[in-house]
């Protein structure tokens, strides 16, 4: 049976590994230039860009799950943000709505 206390278990799981792919996803490519990847050659827009659509709409997710108490709104709210940041990233990354 889904309790709020079960709920709000998961809800702490998915900050924890929300924050660990924002920190995967940053650090990615810089690892790979490191090695000398073939094809990933970041700049530094593209890692301000990168920091600020992922951190950002992590501390958005943050900030109304602050405010909102029901722990099944929070993490359907969380889904909703990191979809519309998945659909930026591609857009941008490969212009996938062109």
Do not use: C, Q, S, Y
């Amino acid at each position: 049976m889904v309790t709020t206390e079960n709920l709000d278990r998961l809800w702490g799981t998915l900050r924890v590994m929300g924050w660990g792919a924002v920190a995967l996803v940053m650090a990615a490519p810089a690892v790979a230039m490191a090695l000398d990847a073939p094809g990933v050659n970041w700049t530094a827009t593209d890692f301000v860009f990168a920091g600020v659509l992922l951190i950002g709409g992590g501390a958005i997710i943050e900030l109304v799950a602050w405010r909102v108490k029901n722990p099944a709104v929070r993490i359907g709210f969380a889904l909703l943000v990191v979809f519309l940041v998945a659909g930026v990233w591609a857009e941008a990354a490969v212009g996938i709505f062109h």
